[in-house]
């Protein structure tokens, strides 16, 4: 029986190890390739912890903080040295709750404790000095039901209640310290390699957590505060405790007994809510406002929005004209292109901005325009006699990546528009420590959309998603505070509607696929939510563009 493993890293070399090595000990022959600690590996393309012994010859990969697999590694480690820190502090019964993210980082509040700017600056010390010493972060595997018990000992009933929907036998808990958790995901290998956090206290009661992330990961930015966009999360979240939905568990709780049906309609009423009143706003400026521009990242329900808003705004007797910005992309041969040579159409440079604006001018001044369409097949825009006029308390709606930049617009004046930023900002969380990403609901959205409407698979949808991200990172997120307004458009119920949809698509990526890992991650992270029927899903709902049957075409 062989006593050694060949280890081959990314087809570049292949060492050899005793039977048996850990996976940390062979991330030490590899770390010259790495700026900084490596957090993870894979094995085989298999996602592993770094504590785990590797009994076969294999190929492995691995991820620091500066990958988008280390940084959320990065990232839930930090969350759980903060709740180390928190009870430390101010008491081992003390409950630290991670609301949702911010500007790169999460918002959290303690249960209970009024806090102040010095606490918080107690607890980052205490943060610091549980990453100066070190401690091995020990993943322990239990039974569901010892956890269980556990929790309910210490009272932490958020825990006891998600773990009662979670069908797996065997759970593994992690601990820093003598202090133990769960967590739906990988943790690092030690306190140690987690050296750069910033707390930043912020008004009631709360602070914001913060660390390098894959867009700066040499060292954690200074929070900025975004207000309107705090103020919409904060909303939404006390809108969820009056409901007594809090987390994933509050969730399946109501799932369970099959009264899920009064949670849509009271889901689609808070988002109908909100462009109602938006569309009361524009009435009362109806002299001023001809341009109505909504952005969003990717898979934010921007189409549905735009629709019924315009349905809203001509039941106020506005009448509306949607252009898309699409029908203004430059013929093909001058598409500005990436470094990689494929064409960048989501620079502002693949639109037409001064026929654009030429058009928005003769518009508003009351003349008649023959509008391009744009032919995506011959990369061209053309003429085909489609012509608009506009009456003067008419408006034109337009929804698109740009939406928010003044660029785009450039030759209409700011007080003639009103800016539109929407994103499903999601306040559900699994547990007080685990929270969902924003993205993850983006993402499990443009995963069922693009396979209905474009036959594409989730492994597809996956290997975009990179390059999505960065678009928005350029293009949508710098704009966000020169909204006018804000829409949530999450749905407090929607995961348990995308589960249904996702999953089957999910399972469908090869273990051999490049995206597997990721994948599997979103299969263990939708295996929180109990499934619902989507019978009684309006169909004017957001939901309705990514799972189709939708009234808006």
């Not at 967590?183 to 030690?190: I, K, R, W």
């Not at 929005?305 to 029908?327: A, C, M, N, R």
């Not at 993850?440 to 959309?449: E, F, Q, Y």
């Amino acid at each position: 029986m062989p006593r050694t493993i060949k280890v081959n890293y990314k087809d570049l070399e292949t060492k050899e190890f005793q039977i048996g090595v850990s996976l940390l000990e062979i991330s030490h022959a590899f770390e010259r390739y790495y700026n900084y600690p490596i957090l993870v590996g894979k094995v085989d393309n298999n996602m592993t912890e770094l504590n785990e012994p590797i009994t076969r010859s294999c190929t492995v990969d691995f991820y620091d903080r500066s990958s988008d697999t280390g940084n959320s590694i990065y990232g839930r480690t930090a969350q759980f040295m903060l709740v180390v820190a928190v009870k430390k502090v101010l008491g081992e019964n003390t409950e630290v709750v991670i609301e949702h993210s911010i500007d790169k980082g999460f918002y959290c509040v303690v249960n209970d404790v009024s806090l102040d700017k010095k606490m918080v600056e107690q607890i980052e010390a205490k943060i610091h000095e549980i990453a100066e010493q070190n401690f091995v972060i020990n993943k322990v595997s239990v039974s569901r039901f010892d956890a269980i018990q556990y929790f309910k000992k210490k009272k932490q009933m958020d825990k006891v209640k998600v773990l009662k929907y979670i069908s797996n036998s065997y759970i593994n808990l992690y601990r820093i310290d003598d202090i133990y958790d769960y967590f739906y995901g990988e943790l690092a290998y030690s306190t140690g390699q987690i050296n750069d956090i910033k707390l930043t206290y912020i008004k009631d009661n709360g602070f914001v957590l913060s660390y390098p992330t894959t867009y700066n990961p040499e060292c954690t930015l200074d929070y900025v505060h975004h207000n309107m966009l705090f103020d919409t999360f904060l909303n939404y979240t006390k809108w969820g405790a009056q409901l007594g939905i809090r987390n994933a568990a509050d969730l399946n709780e109501v799932v369970s007994t099959g009264e899920y049906n009064e949670l849509i309609r009271l889901a689609e009423a808070y988002y109908n809510g909100q462009l109602s009143r938006i569309a009361d706003k524009i009435a009362e400026n109806r002299k001023q406002i001809k341009l109505i521009l909504i952005a969003g990242p990717s898979s934010s329900g921007k189409t549905t929005t735009s629709k019924k808003l315009e349905v809203y705004l001509q039941s106020q007797g506005i009448k509306t004209h949607q252009i898309s910005i699409d029908d203004y992309f430059y013929d093909r041969d001058k598409t500005p292109r990436l470094e990689n040579g494929e064409f960048d159409f989501e620079s502002l440079n693949a639109v037409d901005v001064t026929l654009f604006n030429k058009h928005l001018t003769k518009l508003l001044d009351g003349e008649k325009v023959e509008l391009p369409e744009y032919n995506f097949m011959l990369g061209k825009r053309e003429y085909k006699g489609k012509t608009l006029k506009m009456g003067p308390d008419d408006v034109i709606i337009i929804e698109g990546l740009h939406g928010l930049n003044d660029d785009l617009t450039i030759s209409i004046e700011r007080k003639n528009k009103f800016k539109i930023y929407i994103s499903p900002l999601t306040q559900l969380n699994i547990d007080n420590h685990n929270r969902i990403h924003t993205s993850d609901t983006r993402k499990l959205r443009r995963i069922v959309r693009d396979n209905k409407y474009r036959s594409h698979s989730a492994a597809e949808t996956l290997k975009m998603w990179k390059s999505i991200r960065e678009g928005e990172e350029k293009y949508i997120f710098p704009y966000q505070d020169e909204a006018d307004v804000i829409v949530n458009s999450a749905l407090i119920y929607e995961l348990g509607i995308l589960k249904t949809y996702a999953e089957p698509l999910l399972f469908s990526v090869p273990e051999d696929d490049v995206m597997y890992p990721e994948a599997l991650r979103l299969i263990n992270f939708l295996r929180n939510f109990l499934p619902i029927p989507s019978d009684n899903i309006p169909n004017d709902s957001i939901l309705r563009e990514f799972i189709g049957e939708s009234c808006f075409k």
